[in-house]
């Protein structure tokens, strides 16, 4: 751990701990990082982490103050799948039923299980809290300088969620109940034998290795994959800064578990995900021969991966195009060329 004066006092293992920020006074050397950040107490102060403190209840009860009786969805799992929501054994399916519930449903329930030693389990995530508990967080709680995160809510009791990558930087505060996270940097994809791209339990591909008991007779290459694990164990009031594209494994260690996070993009919001140029490529490039891949290779490594300036310095500018400089009114073209294309 260091404290803002750069004090050493303590570790976690990979990952570097931070004591005493202001969270209204973010650096930008933290939300900018390019490794996980644990920042032990940055939300401490929280309405909602004070309640949580006193127990579960108490935490329940303070939501209440702030529900609008909005419906959400909630994923509703058996006893048996021991809270992952994952897959079923044949992936053609899911742990889980989402359901559409009322926040009261929810917290009525939550509270319900609270003593259950194998309940079932039941667990809400990426919700917009303004949609359902506005004014549960101070807008101005936490200070992202010229960042216009969205912020939502995640909560439930003992969960098992998937690795998984995620494009926006996320910072993820828990504010009840603890959270176990095992992070693994983006080159691990290898390693951490990822499902379906397309068929998903909440819209991002996920690893099919059951991390708090992994099958290393079925993942062989798993084991690699936890010689680079990095793990933290969070608790109310606590968060960790979770960079673009690092896979991370979820675990909601008690009976009642909530945490907000801020996840924002450092690209422009014209800019849509990578992930539709890989489905692209899938389409258009993955089973050419292997001749032509390699060719393709190369003409991506010349306009994306190693583009600079010389790349279209020999066209003139206003006839650059999708070669030019990129922004709101190429990106409004370039998306409608490829509709055009795609629809044929």
């Given at each position: 751990m260091r404290t803002?004066?750069?004090?050493a006092i303590d570790?976690?293992?990979?990952?570097e701990e931070i004591a005493g920020l202001d969270p209204r006074a973010l650096p930008d050397a933290v939300l900018?990082?390019?490794e996980p950040l644990l920042l032990r107490g940055l939300v401490a102060d929280w309405p909602l982490v004070q309640a949580a403190r006193q127990g579960s209840r108490a935490a329940i009860e303070h939501l209440r103050g702030f529900d609008t009786g909005l419906p959400v969805t909630a994923l509703v799992a058996p006893a048996e799948a021991g809270g992952r929501m994952s897959y079923n054994a044949t992936l053609d399916g899911f742990t889980f039923v989402p359901q559409r519930q009322r926040m009261t449903t929810v917290l009525d329930a939550l509270e319900a299980y609270i003593d259950d030693p194998t309940p079932p389990g039941l667990y809400v995530g990426s919700t917009a809290i303004e949609a359902c508990l506005p004014g549960l967080v101070d807008a101005d709680a936490l200070a992202m300088g010229d960042r216009d995160p969205l912020v939502s809510l995640w909560l439930g009791n003992r969960s098992r969620i998937p690795a998984h990558q995620d494009v926006p930087d996320n910072l993820a505060c828990v504010v009840a109940g603890r959270r176990r996270f095992t992070l693994f940097p983006p080159d691990q994809l290898p390693n951490l034998y990822i499902g379906p791209l397309d068929f998903t339990p909440a819209g991002q591909p996920v690893s099919l290795v059951d991390m708090s008991a992994p099958d290393l007779d079925s993942f062989p290459r798993y084991a690699e994959a936890q010689r680079h694990a990095r793990v933290a164990e969070l608790g109310p009031g606590d968060a960790l800064f979770v960079p673009s594209m690092w896979w991370h494994h979820v675990e909601g260690l008690d009976a009642f578990n909530m945490l907000v996070n801020y996840w924002w993009r450092r690209s422009p919001g014209y800019m849509d995900t990578p992930m539709?140029?890989?489905?692209t490529a899938i389409l258009c490039m993955r089973d050419l021969p292997a001749h032509e891949r390699a060719i393709w290779r190369d003409v991506f490594r010349h306009y994306i991966f190693e583009h600079d300036d010389v790349v279209a310095a020999h066209i003139p500018e206003g006839a650059r195009r999708a070669l030019g400089p990129l922004d709101a009114d190429v990106a409004r073209m370039l998306r409608a060329s490829l509709l055009k294309r795609l629809n044929r």
């Amino acid at each position: 751990m260091r404290t803002p004066e750069s004090v050493a006092i303590d570790s976690v293992p990979g990952i570097e701990e931070i004591a005493g920020l202001d969270p209204r006074a973010l650096p930008d050397a933290v939300l900018a990082s390019r490794e996980p950040l644990l920042l032990r107490g940055l939300v401490a102060d929280w309405p909602l982490v004070q309640a949580a403190r006193q127990g579960s209840r108490a935490a329940i009860e303070h939501l209440r103050g702030f529900d609008t009786g909005l419906p959400v969805t909630a994923l509703v799992a058996p006893a048996e799948a021991g809270g992952r929501m994952s897959y079923n054994a044949t992936l053609d399916g899911f742990t889980f039923v989402p359901q559409r519930q009322r926040m009261t449903t929810v917290l009525d329930a939550l509270e319900a299980y609270i003593d259950d030693p194998t309940p079932p389990g039941l667990y809400v995530g990426s919700t917009a809290i303004e949609a359902c508990l506005p004014g549960l967080v101070d807008a101005d709680a936490l200070a992202m300088g010229d960042r216009d995160p969205l912020v939502s809510l995640w909560l439930g009791n003992r969960s098992r969620i998937p690795a998984h990558q995620d494009v926006p930087d996320n910072l993820a505060c828990v504010v009840a109940g603890r959270r176990r996270f095992t992070l693994f940097p983006p080159d691990q994809l290898p390693n951490l034998y990822i499902g379906p791209l397309d068929f998903t339990p909440a819209g991002q591909p996920v690893s099919l290795v059951d991390m708090s008991a992994p099958d290393l007779d079925s993942f062989p290459r798993y084991a690699e994959a936890q010689r680079h694990a990095r793990v933290a164990e969070l608790g109310p009031g606590d968060a960790l800064f979770v960079p673009s594209m690092w896979w991370h494994h979820v675990e909601g260690l008690d009976a009642f578990n909530m945490l907000v996070n801020y996840w924002w993009r450092r690209s422009p919001g014209y800019m849509d995900t990578p992930m539709i140029a890989l489905m692209t490529a899938i389409l258009c490039m993955r089973d050419l021969p292997a001749h032509e891949r390699a060719i393709w290779r190369d003409v991506f490594r010349h306009y994306i991966f190693e583009h600079d300036d010389v790349v279209a310095a020999h066209i003139p500018e206003g006839a650059r195009r999708a070669l030019g400089p990129l922004d709101a009114d190429v990106a409004r073209m370039l998306r409608a060329s490829l509709l055009k294309r795609l629809n044929r």
